[in-house]
């Protein structure tokens, strides 16, 4: 009689952590888009997507697409290596969380951290002196850009609010 009079709590127990690891498993964290378009005086655009995770007013990870769009005067291989050299060198940092892919009009970085990583936006400008030249701002205390951590603290609202602030379109 006693033995019959445990097993029925023990399942109930049971059956009650299996829907909480469930829950916590399936919640959705909360998720902020935001983009942002530069086009330079040499017609080329920058394109960046910026897809943010949070979790108890923390960034828990980041998915940074940049897409350079390149005139059809700069489709040319050693233009596109020229860059494409300059995106691997600027984001050497990040090892293996970065991959770069060409077109034959335009480069595309894939950034996603989860880590303790720091990624710059609004980083990339060109100009042109004789040819093409390439900027990639790396200075994370530099005004000219917006750099982002995980862990840093924000709110959705002051997340969104800070990256309109320097321009960009959030949903």
Known sequence: MKTK??????????LILIIIVYL???IKQPLVECEKT????????????????????????????????????????STINYIKEA????????????????????????????KD???ILNNIEFFENTNLQ?????NTKSKDVVTLRIKDKYTEGGFMTHLKNNGYVCK
């Open 5 to 14: 009079n445990r097993i029925l709590p023990i399942i109930l127990t049971f």
């Open 24 to 26: 916590f498993i399936n």
């Open 38 to 77: 530069i086009t330079s005086d040499s017609l080329i655009s920058v394109k960046e997507n910026l897809a943010t995770t949070f979790s108890g007013n923390k960034i828990t990870k980041m998915e940074l697409t940049k897409t350079i769009v390149l005139p059809e005067k700069y489709q040319n291989d």
């Open 87 to 114: 995106l691997d060198k600027a984001y050497d940092y990040l090892n293996n969380k970065k991959k770069i892919i060409v077109s034959d009009d335009n480069i595309i970085v894939k950034i996603i951290v989860d």
């Open 117 to 119: 990583e720091t990624i």
């Open 134 to 138: 390439i900027k990639i701002n790396t």
